[in-house]
Every structure is written in structure tokens, then in C-alpha cells.
């Protein structure tokens, strides 16, 4: 900071004036003459002391946020910061000058660097990779590389009511053969896994309890291997009641110890709706919002109009298809269109396109937050900081205003601070708002095309 030359200038005058020579320095006219001859025109020199304490870039308008947010850092800003040094500068300030100045000047010294952070909220622009190419499509015809592991869980229903007759076999006879053929045309790659639910207990409420909170994973998830996954299915006997719900917690909790970036797709085998109290859909619908981002088809078989309401939303909260199999060659014919339509291709290419934007969105969120809680952080403690220095220059100068000072100091870090909260909050907003559009059109488009491949391929 420039040393303060007014004082020293008005003493050599007296010097010059008291020097024992023959030759005195005439005498001013009048006072006013005399402060004009020393202040040179004039000029009040607490006004010249306050031109030197404060830097220009500091002289910025009452209001102007942006201005403040784009004046650099002062010497002692931020990390630089340095009580005792700041202190020794304040020291060499004179009296009576106007708390604005006295508020610039603290600033002056004491400002962190925030240009960054406005350079963010002026740059950023919310955008997101274009989709990949559509299954068959030009830009589709190579695979990429890495593709992503591929889990199916089938979720097979074994309540009571599968032991119904249909076509001279058994509802879960039938539904067995379908998964079993299912199962053997998955690619070698796929891992796939057996979760029962409704064998335990019985269909009477004494078994109810134990029926509605027992489901098994009777086939862990892995490799397609055929004797193994017979004799589990061979197990399975039509018992109890229908825990929906609880079959798909717990098959979410097994995709969630599993590779983070998997294609997840989920099928249930139902031919009725939930019968223990659970919200079956409202667990589809976390298998998408807990990072499983797993796809939710319901296969209705054999359902009645008064259920099949119940099953549709689950689908729906899923992401997935409601598939209605009233036959056993439509439970089988279901299993094949999804085997080649759906798995190999256009689910591919929404879990692909859903992952991609859901991780951008996610790191939107996070460098908006990393860059809000930075500022914060930095304005926070340097209203702190200069409200102490407003008091430590009370004790050296009775006569300022230094509670003027101090709401000074709160009325520019105030609105700073709701400018740097609004910006980052807006920027958040605008990427989740655009990423949940994308992935909402990504899950339409590919529902919509499966279900027209799977209507040409049936006629």
C-alpha cells in the first residue's frame, strides 16, 4: 500500500518556515490560502488518504454483485489471509474518514478470489452427449466395446392359485417350460438368476405370515447352466400367498452388490396381484431412482381384467412392459419375442443411453455443489474476518461508525452469497429438469419400438 505523503509534506513546510535564515517565507494572506498552498488546490486530504487505501477494482457500486463477484482477491484474501499483517496495514490508516471507506478498504485487503466461480455460472451451459444409434440403425451397426455385463432376474410367482389348470397342465408347469426355454436362449454372456416367492407357508391365513415374508433366490445370479437350473425349478410347488413387493426388494438388494454399470432387466411371473400388503409398484420404481436403474417387465399370465390394473402399474413404475400371456403358447412366444427384441436390442439401448445421461446429470449435481460449498465456505469466513477487523479499528479509533461498517460488510456478502446459491441451485435445476426429459423420451422410444417389433414379428 502506498505510504500516506500529506503529513510529511505539511511538516517540511513548517521546517522550511522555521529554518534560521534572513530570508522568512512570506506569509499567506488567510488561512484559506495557506491550506491551499499545502494541500495543493485545495483537496480535503482524508480524501486523498482514502484513494490510497483503497484498490480502484474495489470501487465498485453499491449493488453491482456481478462487479463484486469479478474483482479479484486482495492481498491478504483466502488462504493469504494474515491477521497480524492485515492489523500492521490498518495501523498506518488515518482518522477520519467515511465508514464507506473504511468498508472498501477492509475489502481491499481481505477479498478472496471468486472470478472462478462466476466464470462457472457465466460459462456453464446444460447439455448432454447425443444418443447413440437406434437398434438397426447405421450408426448402430458396431458393438461397442466393454458392453456392459447383462443381468435377468425372473421372478416367478408359486402361490396357491398357480396350481390352477390350463390346457391340461398345471399354470406353473407351463410357466416353467417358458422360463426354462427362456433361460437356454439367452446370450452366453447374460447372467441370470431364479427368485421364487408365495412357496412358503400355505394359502390359509395361518400360513399367511410366513408365506408373505419368505422369497428365495433358488438360482443366484450367474452363467446360464441348464442342470443346475432345472433342479431348481423342479423344486418349486405352487403354495401361498403373493409378496410381490418383498420379491422385488429383495431382488434389488441382489442387483445392487452386483457391477454398478450392468444392463439390469427384471421379469415376474404373475397370475395374480399382490396379496400381502406390499407396494410392488413403488419398489419397481426404486429399482430405477437407487442406481439399479433396472427395467421392470410384468408377465400376466392367465390374469384377470380385475388384476391386470395392478400389474400394468407395476410395469409402468418400472420402466418396463406389462406382457399379457392368456395361453401357454403366449407365455412362451412372450418369452422369445423378449429374448430377441427386447434383451439384444432395444434394451441395450435404453439402459446404454439411460446410464450415459444419468451419470452426466450426476456430475452436474456434483461440480455445482463442489463449486457452491467452495464459495460459501470462502465468503463465510471472510464476513467473519472483516467484522473483526471493523472492531479491532473501533479500539484504535473511537469516533468511526463501526457498526455502519459492519452492515456494510453484510450487505455485499448477503446477496453474494444468495447470487452463488442461486446460480449453482439453477444449474442443478436445469440438469436434473433436461436429464429426466431425455431419459423419459429414451424409455418411451424404446418401449414403443419393442412393442411394434414384437406386433410385426406376430403377424
Not at 24 to 49: C, F, I, K, R, S
Not at 101 to 119: C, G, M, N, P, W
Not at 146 to 166: C, F, V
Not at 319 to 332: F, H, I, K, M, V
Amino acid at each position: 500500500m502506498r505510504k500516506l505523503f500529506a503529513g510529511i509534506l505539511f511538516a517540511g513546510l513548517l521546517g522550511l518556515a522555521g529554518c534560521g535564515g534572513e530570508e522568512a517565507l512570506p506569509e499567506p494572506e488567510n488561512e484559506a490560502a495557506a491550506a491551499e498552498e499545502t494541500d495543493g488546490g485545495g483537496e480535503d486530504p482524508a480524501v486523498a488518504d482514502a484513494e490510497d487505501l483503497i484498490d480502484p477494482a474495489f470501487r465498485v457500486e453499491e449493488g453491482d454483485i456481478i462487479g463484486w463477484m469479478k474483482t479479484g482477491p486482495g492481498p491478504y484474501g483466502g488462504d493469504r489471509y494474515d491477521e497480524a499483517a492485515v492489523r500492521e496495514e490498518m495501523d498506518k490508516w488515518p482518522e477520519g474518514l467515511e465508514p464507506e471507506d473504511y468498508f472498501r478498504a477492509i475489502v481491499s485487503l481481505t477479498s478472496a478470489d471468486y472470478r472462478k466461480y462466476q466464470e462457472v455460472l457465466d460459462e456453464t451451459e446444460v447439455a448432454f452427449s447425443e444418443l447413440t444409434g437406434t437398434p438397426g440403425s447405421e450408426a448402430a451397426t458396431e458393438a461397442p466395446e466393454n458392453e456392459p455385463a447383462l443381468n435377468i432376474q425372473i421372478l416367478l410367482d408359486a402361490s396357491g392359485s398357480m396350481a390352477g389348470q390350463m390346457e391340461g397342465q398345471t399354470k406353473m408347469d407351463l410357466a416353467k417350460e417358458a422360463i426354462t426355454d427362456f433361460a437356454e436362449s439367452l446370450p452366453d454372456e447374460a447372467n441370470v438368476s431364479l427368485r421364487v416367492y408365495g412357496h412358503a407357508g400355505s394359502n390359509q391365513p395361518d400360513g399367511k405370515e410366513l408365506s408373505c415374508t419368505t422369497t428365495e433366490e433358488v438360482y443366484p445370479l450367474g452363467t446360464y447352466e441348464n442342470g443346475a437350473f432345472s433342479e431348481a425349478l423342479a423344486g418349486i410347488s405352487p403354495t401361498g400367498y403373493t409378496p410381490i413387493g418383498l420379491a422385488m426388494d429383495q431382488a434389488a438388494a441382489d442387483l445392487e452388490s452386483r457391477e454398478s454399470d450392468a444392463q439390469n432387466v427384471v421379469y415376474v411371473v404373475s397370475d395374480g396381484k399382490e396379496t400381502c400388503g406390499g407396494d410392488a409398484a413403488a419398489a419397481a420404481k426404486r429399482m430405477q431412482q437407487e442406481g439399479i436403474q433396472a427395467v421392470v417387465n410384468i408377465i400376466g399370465f392367465d390374469i384377470g381384467e380385475d388384476e391386470r390394473q395392478s400389474l400394468e402399474a407395476i410395469a409402468e413404475a418400472g420402466g418396463g412392459e406389462y406382457l399379457r400371456a392368456d395361453t401357454a403358447q403366449e407365455l412362451r412366444d412372450t418369452f422369445r419375442e423378449e429374448r430377441t427384441v427386447l434383451i439384444n436390442e432395444w434394451n441395450s439401448w435404453v439402459v446404454d443411453n439411460f446410464n450415459t445421461n444419468n451419470s452426466e446429470v450426476i456430475d452436474y449435481v456434483n461440480d455445482s455443489n463442489e463449486y457452491q460449498i467452495e464459495a460459501i465456505n470462502l465468503l463465510n469466513e471472510e464476513q467473519l474476518r472483516q467484522n473483526e477487523l471493523s472492531r479491532y479499528l473501533k479500539e484504535r479509533m473511537e469516533d468511526i461508525d463501526d457498526i455502519e461498517i459492519r452492515r456494510m460488510i453484510v450487505d455485499r456478502a448477503l446477496p453474494m452469497r444468495k447470487h452463488v446459491n442461486d446460480g449453482f441451485l439453477e444449474i442443478r435445476k436445469e440438469a436434473v429438469k433436461k436429464g429426466l426429459e431425455i431419459r423419459q423420451d429414451v424409455l418411451k422410444k424404446g418401449n414403443e419400438e419393442k412393442k411394434k417389433l414384437m406386433e410385426e414379428d406376430g403377424d
